[in-house]
């Protein structure tokens, strides 16, 4: 279904749509289908129009199997918020079991069915039909709504069968979950980030816990605010599970009946839960209210405060958004006081990372990356900015030292022997809690490292999963998760790793669980986070042309615009905090992407640009 522009709207079968100030248009799409003829492809045409919202129609009277079986895919794709219209194509014991909630499985051009699905000649008396859902993998999004990249065919078979007593067809044997085409799915589904903190790591002097996003789909026309805190009360997903914590005790959840979550006219929103009391500490209770604060307000920016009630309609605690923010270290909301790059004489500057109309020149930085005379290869500056290291000597040493003057380089804390610069050490990467992590290139001994509060001895950090050479390392801020360019074959993946570290027992820091964040990209040159869950890459797919686009960590497709063109693209630098502009060293040097405008020329000569991080 999609709406044009003249502000009707073209229906595909089995479907109603409605707008909130025109009423309501309803079309019994499946009383005028045919009942013969092959049938391909069970999807409709995105629309843009976000008011609107679709609605199934259930099967007509005497509809046939191939019907049946259109009216509930598409019944599938429709904002019916229990599926109660899907499981009206289906017989009483079918729709009590079929459990939609356990997966959706997306397919590339939406599921065909096979073969026609309707009885032969001669078999007017046929009381079942088999038929088979195909079509090609894109994803799949699991019972906790976490989305994973898919490969490979995908076939289903459906049994149909006939009601003796009225000659009904109905759908008796289906599997559990919904299919659906990727255009369907980016319509109904939007992607949510849940927050939770880190399990063994605080930062400050007040020892904040830092939060950690969790991306989740939610079905985005159906109730969204209510399902995300549902989600966030249950638990992260499995993969994110064994390196954060939550506040919410085991077995919160909202009161019987919640539903149409949404912030007051003050821009407050209540959340109902089934806690007493005297269950939650008031310490406890803050940092819940700050999960729901950061999570919410993904669909609801202008949310100011939460309030969670517990039974009976007591309060349990209320939180602005400004406490919240001091009370968990939240990567998007830590702006960079500067941004950082090697000027001509391959020297440490920095420049105020604000708008143009209010920045000057880089300036070089106090200490001898500033100072010195070392030429620099590249540079990563700590979250707090007081500490930078910078890979030198064509990239065999790297040095880490203090932001102020009067400092010494020192000796190098990781050396590579690798037989050029290109095999040598990465551009290193600093997470909130001050460790730093750098990989050697070095084909005769690959290895990734990470040094605690960038200054003790190098430890090498364990990667089971590695299939290939890791050539560029980023840390997220929260310290958990990593992003690794992984060459193998002459192809590159980008890759994202679960950080275990090491809990006393003598194993030692690992990445593991390695997964694919841009399964479609043969080539990453270039990476940097650019929000919670989010990267910006350089990078190209088989038989195209290198390009600078957004991707989930998840591995999703992102909606929205791409960042402007730019050639040459050889390194990037983008914050978690998504107001502050991207930086890139190009053809031109170093250029900057304002927000709606265009790439402006800083520094014909500098390269390596970063911000903190």
């Not at 309707?118 to 859902?133: A, I, K, W």
């Not at 006393?504 to 694919?516: C, F, I, K």
């Not at 986070?529 to 960590?553: H, I």
Request: hydrophobic content about 35%; overall charge negative; glycine content about 10%.
């Amino acid at each position: 279904m999609g709406a044009d522009r003249e502000g009707g709207a073209r229906l595909s079968p089995g479907r109603a749509v409605t707008w909130a100030a025109l009423g309501t248009v309803l079309l019994a799409g499946c009383a005028s289908m045919p009942d013969s003829g092959d049938l391909r492809n069970v999807e409709s045409t995105p629309r843009q129009d976000t008011g609107v919202r679709v609605f199934a129609m259930p099967p007509a009277e005497g509809a046939g199997p191939a019907e049946i079986m259109q009216g509930f895919l598409e019944a599938l794709t429709s904002d019916d918020p229990a599926y109660d219209t899907a499981r009206k194509y289906l017989t009483t014991a079918a729709a009590h079991s079929w459990r939609p909630e356990q997966s959706t499985t997306v397919l590339a051009n939406g599921p065909s069915i096979e073969p026609d699905c309707r009885p032969g000649p001669g078999s007017e008396h046929t009381s079942s039909v088999t038929c088979v859902l195909a079509g090609s993998r894109v994803a799949t999004v699991d019972a906790q709504q976490a989305y994973e990249p898919a490969a490979g065919s995908y076939r289903k078979k459906v049994h149909l069968t006939r009601d003796p007593k009225n000659g009904q067809w109905r759908i008796d044997e289906l599997p559990d979950g919904v299919v659906m085409g990727k255009s369907d799915f980016q319509r109904n589904y939007t992607s949510v980030d849940k927050y939770y903190f880190a399990s063994d790591t605080a930062v400050g002097s007040t020892k904040e816990p830092v939060a950690v996003a969790d991306p989740v789909f939610v079905r985005s026309k159906v109730d969204p605010m209510t399902q995300m805190v549902r989600s966030l009360v249950f638990g992260p997903t499995h993969w994110l599970g064994p390196v954060v914590r939550s506040s919410f005790p085991t077995g919160t959840a909202l009161q019987k009946g919640v539903s149409g979550l949404a912030p007051d006219d003050q821009n407050k929103l209540t959340v109902p839960l089934n806690l007493k009391v005297s269950q939650v500490a008031a310490t406890k209770c803050t940092e819940m209210a700050t999960q729901v604060l950061f999570t919410l307000r993904n669909l609801a920016p202008t949310l100011e405060s939460v309030e969670l009630q517990g039974v009976g309609g007591h309060r349990l605690c209320e939180l602005s958004e400004e406490r919240a923010e001091a009370t968990a270290w939240h990567g998007s909301a830590k702006s960079p006081e500067n941004l950082y790059y090697l000027d001509a004489k391959h020297r440490l500057v920095r420049m105020p990372a604000g708008p143009p109309a209010t920045t000057t020149g880089a300036v070089p930085v106090p200490g001898p990356l500033g100072e010195g005379g070392k030429v620099l290869e590249s540079v990563a500056v700590s979250r707090d900015e007081h500490s930078a290291a910078a890979v030198g000597d064509q990239g065999r040493s790297l040095y880490v030292t203090s932001l102020a003057s009067g400092g010494s380089l020192g000796d190098a804390l990781v050396t590579s022997e690798g037989p050029s610069k290109d095999d040598r050490l990465t551009t290193p990467s600093w997470d909130a809690r001050g460790d730093l992590w750098v990989a050697d290139r070095d084909p005769s001994r690959s290895r990734l490292y990470v040094l605690e509060q960038g200054a003790a001895k190098p430890a090498q950090v364990a990667v089971p999963d590695l299939s290939g050479r890791i050539r560029d390392v980023r840390v997220a801020a929260d310290g958990v998760r990593i992003a690794l360019v992984v060459e193998k074959d002459g192809k590159q993946s980008l890759l994202i790793g679960r950080i275990q570290r090491d809990d006393g027992s003598g194993q030692g820091t690992a990445v593991v669980e390695l997964r694919s964040a841009a399964p479609d990209l043969e080539q990453v040159s270039a990476l940097s986070w650019a929000g919670d869950s989010r990267l910006l890459v350089v990078g190209r797919e088989q038989g195209g042309v290198l390009q600078m686009r957004y991707v989930q960590v998840d591995g999703s497709t992102l909606d929205g615009p791409a960042p402007g063109a730019l050639t040459g693209v050889k390194s990037i630098a983008a914050s978690e905090d998504e107001r502050v502009p991207l930086v890139a060293c190009s053809e031109d040097g170093i250029v900057r992407l304002p927000s709606g405008s265009q790439w402006q020329k800083i520094d014909k000569d500098g390269t390596a640009p970063v911000y903190p991080g």
